[in-house]
């Protein structure tokens, strides 16, 4: 399957595959670019383990963290790599089938 830019040059979309835990910092920069809701803000508390962000649970939150929402929806603009201050983003093609 080929892919082309509106004017039919070639075009191969790299897909939002992960988001390293350890290198993010939960700045929310890809979020704001990304208009597809790929990513999501979550909390991790001090077990890695990742919390809704709420006002309650505040106090059990190590760290906040972008982590992958619908990686379906990605369409592979690399947006969110551009963005990211970290490189905390792996991108590539998804295997056909």
């Given at each position: 399957?080929?892919?082309?830019?509106?004017?039919?040059?070639?075009?191969?979309?790299?897909?939002?595959?992960?988001?390293?835990?350890?290198?993010?910092?939960?700045?929310?920069?890809?979020?704001?670019?990304?208009?597809?809701?790929?990513?999501?803000?979550?909390?991790?508390?001090?077990?890695?383990?990742?919390?809704?962000l709420d006002d309650d649970e505040d106090d059990e939150i190590e760290k906040k963290i972008?982590?992958?929402?619908?990686?379906?929806?990605?369409?592979?603009?690399?947006?969110c790599a551009r963005v990211c201050p970290t490189n905390c983003q792996t991108h590539g093609?998804?295997?056909?089938?």
């Open positions: 399957m080929s892919n082309a830019t509106r004017d039919g040059r070639d075009w191969n979309p790299a897909y939002l595959l992960a988001i390293d835990d350890k290198k993010c910092i939960g700045c929310g920069r890809c979020f704001k670019v990304c208009g597809r809701d790929v990513m999501t803000l979550k909390g991790m508390n001090e077990d890695g383990e990742l919390v809704a972008m982590v992958m929402n619908d990686d379906g929806a990605c369409i592979g603009c690399g947006a093609q998804v295997p056909a089938g």
